[in-house]
């Protein structure tokens, strides 16, 4: 079974200011996916990334940029010089490899950014 | 907008009634998720169904149950209604088979059950 954990329950930032949203998962696949979600104040859920478990390589878009690390089975984000409009929940999840049958999200709990103008 | 559709957008109901939420995953999706989203159980993963079989099952109560006709769209049926079923009902689709696709998810359906 695949677990998610985002022990950060809530995070409040200033704008400008650097945040990054710790997410560590388990899993038992050898191989597997990493994501993550965002969820504004308007309760849809936007997707923003997808990272496969035989890349390692970090990402940029933009302000937003990821870290993946299996040594340490974490997969963070981070928002560089934090905007209002940043002000979400953001989830990280996981899903196992599609011929195994576990292609649903398992979800972590979310952590909820605020970001003060 | 993810063009994934859901009806509809609010569902204000009482205990022990019935109701059904409607999917339109993305044109040319054939896989079909649901996830319920409440404060206790957080977001959590229900059915999915591709080109209208039943695929996989997650933590779905009996009283669920869901089906994806021909045309794609899905509905989930929800019944006995409890105060505990009160949440944010996603549903998300994907293309699948050609490898991992992103899953994108619809506005939601609110269900408040009184």
């Known amino acids: 079974a695949q677990k998610v954990t985002q022990a950060q329950t809530e995070i409040s930032v200033v704008e400008k200011e650097d945040v990054t949203l710790d997410c560590v998962y388990e899993?038992?696949?050898?191989?597997?996916?990493l994501f993550w979600y965002k969820q504004p104040p308007s309760g849809e859920l936007v997707f923003l990334i997808r990272r496969n478990s035989f890349d390692e390589q970090n990402e940029i878009s933009g302000r937003y940029s990821w870290n993946f690390q299996k040594s340490t089975s974490s997969f963070n984000f981070t928002i560089t010089a934090s905007q209002v409009v940043d002000s979400a929940v953001y989830f990280c999840?996981?899903?196992?490899?599609?011929?195994?049958?576990?292609?649903?999200?398992?979800f972590g709990s979310g952590t909820r950014l605020q970001v003060q103008p | 907008d993810s063009g994934v559709t859901q009806t509809p957008k609010h569902l204000i109901t009482a205990t022990g009634q019935r109701v059904t939420l409607r999917c339109s995953p993305r044109?040319?999706?054939?896989?079909v998720y649901w996830y319920q989203q409440s404060l206790d159980q957080g977001l959590q993963f229900l059915i999915q169904y591709y080109n209208g079989e039943e695929r996989a099952k997650g933590n779905i109560l009996e009283r669920f149950s869901a089906q994806q006709f021909p045309d794609l769209h899905s509905e989930l049926n929800l019944s006995s209604l409890e105060l505990g079923d009160s949440a944010l009902y996603f549903c998300?689709?994907?293309?699948?088979?050609?490898?991992?696709?992103?899953?994108?998810f619809g506005p939601g359906t609110r269900l408040t059950v009184l």
């Open positions: 998300a689709s994907s293309v699948e088979g050609r490898g991992v696709d992103e899953q994108f």
């Open positions: 899993t038992r696949d050898t191989t597997y996916y």
């Open positions: 999840a996981s899903r196992g490899r599609m011929d195994t049958g576990r292609r649903a999200l398992t």
């Open positions: 044109s040319g999706d054939l896989s």
